[in-house]
């Protein structure tokens, strides 16, 4: 089954967290004000183990937007 993303198939897509390999469940949506132009949505993929933490380090920072399936993600999240 292809994802929403040019025929990707939403299996392919790897947790962003270092040295995981696991299939990303999750997308956190982030953007840092100082540098991103307003409207700018910037995506790490998260497994299941590491959605959670992933969320907490750009939000300590005041940059996480949210956080969804990945399965929700569209060409406008590039």
């Given amino acids: 089954m292809s994802g929403p993303l040019g025929g990707t198939e939403v299996a392919d897509r790897q947790c962003s967290a270092k040295g995981c390999r696991a299939e990303a469940m999750h997308a956190v949506i ?25 969320a907490d380090f750009v939000g300590v920072r005041g940059f996480l937007l949210e956080v969804i399936p990945v399965g929700a993600l569209t060409a406008a999240d590039g």
């Fill in 30 to 54: 982030w953007r840092n004000p100082k540098i991103h132009v307003e409207g700018r949505r910037k995506v790490w993929l998260a497994c299941d183990a590491h959605a959670q933490s992933l």
